[in-house]
């Protein structure tokens, strides 16, 4: 088991290395960071000395080296807009987008577990229709639609909630129900799937010849197995749960990483747009990281 | 021949229209793209004309409404209905295209890696893991933002994000039917790699690939419209539901009529999309059978 987790563990560093390489080229690819920092009206001399200062006469090699070193130091440069390293600004909006992300997490798990558990039970009823379809609505919506839609009627027509900005928790409702819906949309069809599956199983046959009752066959033997791929199917939403997220923030005003992304997208700050893509796909890795060892605790068959 | 190809296309209808999902899904999506080709043909309205003083009139059933404009008109007196219309254009375009990008990629890539594996095969999934850790929205917003805004940028960058879940699924294909006794003959009478990958391999995945493919088109317009949403897609005056939304929301708390109807014709759209993902995985995919 050990082994297994320090191997794990050491197939990220690669990927980290990978990440660092594309979100490095990316910028850039952005074009020469001196015109950005500088008045159009600065002397060629004036851009020399800029990029002297900032490295970028060095090549580009020794460049990505000194990039990965002030990475692994969590220095990714000054922030343009906020005049503060930009790993500070980051770490500053990351609980908000926490917050947001994990209560979401929780909550579609729980109604994607009991809707999709409900769903396999009932089996083509009107109740496994009406879900199962509204699971492929779900999923059909644009998140930032959703929340468009739950403003309007919550809050522009019900008035019921407050439309933006964080403060209490009726601020939290809507961005989070918005995230739980595109959520846990994914999340029904599958559970139900692999209960399913699971019924077909020859134990629950056994079980079920043997005389057990059906709510015991159901719990008992069946859930406990569903819940297997469900770890790893909840862990397969966490990317898009903090992508969606990102889009959540900017519609709700809420203040998270999505929102500084946005803003310093469109001011240009570059510095914090790498440390936001360095730290988001750190939470992601971590995450599934997680799930695959919490996969193989749970998980009998698995043994390293 | 020609007899054989028709009870085919028969067969296949017969087994659409059999089930409702199949049913649904394609004649939504067959309406849609009929929509969008004969816009001009079914809209009275010029797409670009502005008209100001018809500015933000509701859907023909509300009070004020008129039925010259069915759908409303937004904040410049443009034809919400027509805009729906010509929207589908850009939708469907970016969906296919980044998807067939995404196909291609990750193809040629699931196949060097399950085929030759060893180090290229360690290399290429290294790197999936890397774009699997890094949300495809966030990806997408980075390089919209570092090359530009335009159509061809999204195609490619949508596609790009997405090339992933091809290349797993084309490897692992390759790898369990590498042992298989028949590629092991095919090799020894001497056929060449590309010739192995294309009689053997290829047709082997076809139909998980079409699935996917199904699917991936739909959350491809859904990433289309966030971006163009953003203010990173299409930019205005070309029209997509994503920048009918984005204008939209200004005037969300006066005239819903704005930003609800492009939502829709995204929701229905997609919905129609998947119903038909559903529909092939159900009936390409013996596996499924039961399970349904």
């Not at chain 1, 994990?102 to 809707?115: E, F, R």
């Not at chain 1, 005389?211 to 397969?236: C, D, Q, S």
């Not at chain 2, 028969?10 to 004649?27: C, K």
């Amino acid at each position: 088991m050990g082994r297994y987790i320090g191997k794990r563990i050491l197939q990220i560093i690669p990927v980290l290395f990978i990440i660092s390489f594309i979100v490095f080229f990316l910028v850039r690819l952005s074009g020469d960071p001196v015109n950005t920092m500088l008045p159009p009206e600065a002397t060629p001399a004036d851009r020399a000395e800029m990029r002297t200062a900032l490295g970028l006469d060095k090549p580009l090699l020794e460049q990505y080296g000194i990039f990965l070193n002030d990475v692994a130091h969590g220095r990714f440069g000054t922030s343009l807009r906020y005049g503060q390293e930009a790993t500070e600004v980051v770490l500053e909006k990351l609980p908000a987008t926490l917050q947001l992300a994990s209560i979401s997490l929780v909550v579609s798990t729980i109604l994607g577990i009991v809707l999709g558990v409900i769903c396999a039970r009932a089996k083509d009823t009107a109740f496994d229709i009406l879900f199962s379809s509204l699971s492929v609505v779900g999923q059909a919506m644009p998140s930032f639609w959703i929340g468009i839609m739950l403003i309007l009627l919550f809050g522009v027509n019900l008035k019921w909630l407050p439309v933006s900005g964080p403060g209490t928790w009726k601020n939290l409702v809507m961005p989070v129900a918005t995230l739980s819906i595109v959520t846990s949309a994914q999340v029904i069809p599958l559970v139900r799937s692999s209960m399913l599956e699971i019924m077909h199983e020859d134990y629950i046959r056994t079980a079920r010849s043997k005389g057990l009752k059906e709510r015991l066959v159901i719990y008992k033997h069946a859930f406990k197995n569903a819940l297997i791929p469900v770890v790893t199917i909840m862990a397969l939403q966490v990317p898009g749960l903090i992508g969606g997220s990102l889009i959540t923030e900017t519609v709700f005003s809420w203040p998270g990483l999505g929102q500084l992304m946005v803003q310093c997208i469109n001011g240009k700050d570059m510095c914090v747009v790498q440390a936001c893509v360095v730290f988001i796909s750190l939470i992601t890795i971590v995450a599934n990281l997680a799930a695959d060892i919490i996969y193989a605790l749970i998980d009998p068959r698995i043994r390293y | 021949m020609e007899n054989k190809e028709k009870k085919g296309i028969l067969h296949w209808m017969r087994l659409l229209f059999g089930s409702p999902v199949g049913a649904v899904g394609f004649i939504t999506l067959l309406l849609v793209i009929l929509a969008s080709l004969f816009a001009g043909q079914l809209s009275p309205y010029d797409l670009a004309k502005q008209n100001l003083l018809d500015k933000l009139m509701p859907p023909a059933w509300c009070e004020d409404g008129t039925m010259a404009h069915l759908l409303g008109t937004d904040s410049l007196g443009r034809d919400v209905l027509t805009r729906c219309l010509y929207g589908a254009r850009i939708s469907l375009v970016v969906g296919v295209c980044s998807v067939a990008v995404a196909g291609a990629i990750g193809t040629v890539l699931g196949l060097l890696s399950g085929y030759y594996g060893g180090w290229v095969d360690s290399l290429i999934m290294r790197i999936a893991d890397a774009f699997h850790a890094i949300p495809r929205i966030l990806l997408a917003m980075v390089v919209l933002f570092v090359m530009g805004p335009s159509v061809f940028t999204l195609i490619m960058v949508i596609g790009v994000t997405n090339w992933v879940t091809y290349a797993r699924m084309i490897r692992s294909e390759v790898l369990t039917i590498k042992e298989k006794e028949y590629i092991k003959a095919s090799r020894t009478i001497g056929a060449a790699d590309w010739e192995i990958i294309l009689r053997h391999v290829l047709p082997n995945v076809a139909a998980q690939f079409i699935v996917v493919s199904t699917i991936s088109v739909a959350s491809s317009i859904i990433i289309e419209a966030t971006m163009s949403f953003l203010g990173l897609g299409i930019q205005p005056p070309t029209v997509s539901w994503g920048v009918m939304l984005a204008d939209g929301r200004n005037y969300l708390a006066t005239n819903w009529w704005v930003c609800t109807f492009p939502g829709v014709a995204i929701t229905v759209t997609v919905m129609g999309i998947m119903f038909l993902g559903n529909w092939l995985r159900d009936v390409l995919d013996p596996r499924n059978q039961g399970i349904r």
